[in-house]
């Protein structure tokens, strides 16, 4: 599992390790990595031109101590600082002595790997005029590494508050902190590399999943199994308008660990001659899933499925005037997908309010319905009470098409039928589907029946 970290820990850690290590031995230690990292992306070291983007504090200080690294090995290495008068006094000592040089502005002709450190994770809101200025002289062409998270990233929320450097790969040190893994932040991070610097970290704030992970969730049936033991999925989904919803929820549901799906609506016709396997009617299940493509005039059905003492994941239009105060007196799980616009609503905010500040707005609607809540979105999250946020790492952008929420809402009721937690289900359930989405699509547009006819291809390659 990949674990990030809030600044706050990270700053705590490092003061902690600081205390017991001469002094400028961990900024040595993050260097060195960071040089590394470097090394290995240039065709060779010797000869190469690399320039360093240097702003006045500890990450300014990363960036000159790892260009002195690589000015020893050959390398042409030009510092340019965003304030001449504030540079890291021990690092530009360094880099001189290694024979690199200083310029007020990132120097013509070619240029191989450009070295971010202009702002650390303590950095907030937008850049300042000076850093903005440099980043628009980064030249095209040039591989951008980020020491720590791009320069104008939210380190804590992955908010981008007007101009940021968006590299092609970030070295963080210590930890990974929880702006790398979720967007805006993380589509301009580039890929990761984690720097051990020997800290000593508590609990984390984001998670995450990886195949392990998920393997270790999935249900898996024994010698005594039944349909029944395994769990019954009940889905209310469709209508006459939208009966394709009811087909891609049951889709998802039937593929998602469940011994049996119940289906409920309008839409049976159109369920029956797709998956026959399929129970219709009312009966007993251990799990529901209500909502998608019910259109108007439906709330009493979503509200008898709240009523009943079983795990419910609501989605789409089972989302629409749901009772904060309620739902957090249900005793049993309930789970939650919103996109951003139907989050919003949830919030009585304006959707770009959502998108900007997507790590707040899962907490908020987490802690106010009393539910595991699962945005869906760039970068799907998933959030549950206090403790720490799940970050789904799978999936494509061709996710973005009619009916493929629908499918992830089946997945995840089936989930939970099986008897994972609401927290689980909804992880599980996200990273199966980008898994299942990215092996559909293939750099090609993707529908969302395919989606669900990838899923079991998806769980074989989990549980390998």
């Given at each position: 599992m990949r674990?990030?970290?809030?600044?706050?820990?990270?700053?705590?850690?490092?003061?902690?390790?600081?205390?017991?290590?001469?002094?400028?031995?961990?900024?040595?230690?993050?260097?060195?990595?960071?040089?590394?990292?470097?090394?290995?992306?240039?065709?060779?070291?010797?000869g190469a031109r690399v320039v360093l983007l240097v702003g006045p504090g500890d990450n300014g200080g990363d960036a000159l101590h790892a260009g002195a690294r690589l000015a020893r090995r050959g390398a042409g290495v030009t510092a340019v600082p965003m304030d001449p008068e504030r540079v890291h006094a021990g690092g530009l000592a360094a880099l001189r002595a290694?024979?690199?040089?200083?310029?007020?502005?990132?120097?013509?002709?070619?240029?191989?790997?450009?070295?971010?450190?202009?702002?650390?994770i303590g950095?907030?809101?937008?850049?300042?005029?000076?850093?903005?200025?440099?980043?628009e002289q980064i030249p095209a062409g040039a591989v951008v590494v980020a020491v720590d998270l791009p320069s104008g990233v939210d380190?804590?929320?992955?908010?981008?508050?007007?101009?940021a450097v968006r590299a092609d790969v970030t070295v963080t040190f210590g930890a990974y902190k929880p702006g790398l893994l979720i967007d805006p932040?993380?589509?301009?991070?580039?890929?990761?590399?984690?720097?051990?610097?020997?800290?000593?970290?508590?609990?984390?704030?984001?998670?995450?999943?990886?195949?392990?992970?998920?393997?270790?969730?999935?249900?898996?049936?024994?010698?005594?199994?039944?349909?029944y033991r395994r769990g019954v999925v009940g889905v209310v989904a469709g209508s006459a308008q939208y009966p394709g919803a009811a087909v891609l929820a049951v889709a998802g549901a039937l593929r998602g660990g469940a011994g049996a799906v119940r289906y409920v609506g309008p839409a049976a016709e159109a369920v029956l001659a797709r998956y026959p396997e399929v129970l219709i009617g009312p009966g007993r299940v251990q799990s529901w899933v209500v909502g998608p493509g019910l259109g108007e005039g439906r709330a009493g059905e979503v509200a008898r499925c709240l009523a009943e003492p079983v795990p419910v994941l609501v989605d789409a239009d089972g989302l629409r005037g749901l009772d904060a105060g309620a739902l957090r007196e249900r005793a049993a799980p309930m789970v939650l997908t919103p996109h951003a616009g139907e989050a919003a609503a949830l919030l009585g905010?304006?959707?770009?309010?959502?998108?900007?500040?997507?790590?707040?707005?899962?907490?908020?609607?987490?802690?106010?319905?009393?539910?595991?809540?699962?945005?869906?979105?760039?970068?799907?999250?998933?959030?549950?009470?206090?403790?720490?946020?799940?970050?789904?790492?799978?999936?494509?952008?061709?996710?973005?098409?009619a009916g493929s929420g629908d499918v992830l809402s089946g997945l995840g009721g089936s989930l939970l039928a099986a008897g994972l937690p609401g927290a689980d289900a909804a992880s599980v359930a996200a990273y199966l589907h980008g898994l299942a989405a990215r092996r559909g699509a293939s750099g090609a547009p993707l529908l969302a029946h395919q989606v669900a006819q990838a899923l079991p291809d998806a769980w074989r390659d989990v549980s390998r």
């Open positions: 674990t990030a970290y809030s600044v706050e820990k990270v700053r705590a850690a490092e003061r902690e390790l600081m205390r017991r290590l001469p002094d400028g031995a961990l900024m040595q230690r993050a260097a060195a990595g960071l040089a590394a990292v470097c090394a290995g992306l240039l065709t060779r070291v010797y290694a024979g690199g040089r200083l310029a007020e502005r990132v120097p013509g002709g070619r240029v191989d790997l450009v070295l971010d450190g202009l702002v650390g950095g907030r809101g937008g850049l300042r005029p000076a850093a903005a200025a440099l980043v380190a804590d929320t992955g908010e981008v508050a007007g101009e932040g993380a589509s301009r991070a580039g890929a990761l590399r984690l720097v051990d610097i020997g800290l000593a970290l508590g609990a984390p704030d984001a998670q995450a999943l990886q195949h392990a992970d998920v393997a270790r969730l999935l249900p898996v049936p024994t010698a005594s199994s039944d349909k905010v304006a959707r770009e309010s959502v998108e900007a500040g997507r790590l707040a707005a899962v907490r908020e609607l987490a802690g106010r319905y009393g539910a595991t809540v699962l945005l869906k979105g760039s970068t799907t999250l998933v959030a549950s009470g206090g403790g720490a946020v799940r970050v789904n790492p799978t999936g494509t952008p061709w996710l973005a098409t």
